[in-house]
């Protein structure tokens, strides 16, 4: 069965600091893997997906078929990423996609 | 472009009561979706549309109906709220593989 699991609940950095929020999947096919974000009082938006390999407001995610996971990187957090991140894995055709969320991780960024 | 709304934005019941969640979305999108949103559980699909006429489950459809009424509209219906049925409720819109979101309804029921 398809999951996707995020093992941390919530992580606290200081700004400037190195940010890895951890993210594993389990799923049977090929995946299809994104990171959504929710600011605070904002809504749910897609931050990136693995198959564009684009870097958003300094974000990275390498999918790892081998450990199956699909890390979001960045080298130096700032105050203004701090939010609430989702893992999410796309499960049938894309363009009727339903997607498996991660439980969440909240990342505080201090001064 | 409103994108995706919901109504209400709140709402409290009472066990038993009924209500229903409203969504519409003006992107001309064929894909809708509704999630609900717990603390440590992160989102779960309740139901899906992949176009006007066809509604499918998702993980946990139990306890709720959804109507597609056009292609703008969404809605999901609680026949009989029970207090695990408290939560942040989510309508979503997709073309392709993005999904777009709506702000969100708090449900309580007491």
């Known amino acids: 069965a398809q999951r996707v699991t995020q093992p941390e609940k919530l992580l606290s950095v200081f700004k400037g600091a190195p940010v890895e929020l951890k993210c594993n999947y389990s799923y049977s096919g090929s995946p299809e893997l994104f990171w959504y974000v929710q600011y605070s009082r904002q809504r749910l938006q897609l931050l990136l997906r693995?198959?564009s390999r684009e870097s958003i407001k300094g974000f990275t995610a390498d999918l790892n078929k081998g450990e199956t996971s699909f890390h979001l990187k960045k080298p130096f957090a700032q105050e203004e990423d701090s939010a609430m991140y989702y893992c999410a894995l796309i499960y049938g055709s894309s363009n009727t996609g339903k997607l498996i969320f991660g439980q969440g991780t909240t990342l505080q960024v201090k001064p | 472009n409103a994108g995706v709304t919901q109504t209400p934005k709140f709402q409290v019941l009472k066990t038993g009561q009924s209500m229903t969640l409203q969504c519409a979305q003006d992107m001309n999108h064929n894909s809708m979706y509704w999630y609900r949103q717990d603390p440590g559980m992160g989102l779960r699909l309740i139901y899906y549309?992949?176009?006007?006429?066809?509604?499918d489950k998702g993980e946990v459809p139990n306890g709720y109906n959804v109507s597609r009424l056009n292609k703008r509209e969404f809605s999901l219906r609680l026949e009989s709220a029970a207090p695990s049925q408290t939560s942040v409720y989510f309508c979503?819109?997709?073309?392709?593989?993005?999904?777009?979101f709506g702000p969100g309804t708090r449900l309580t029921v007491t």
């Open positions: 549309s992949a176009s006007e006429g066809t509604t």
């Open positions: 979503a819109s997709s073309e392709y593989y993005e999904q777009y």
């Open positions: 693995h198959i």
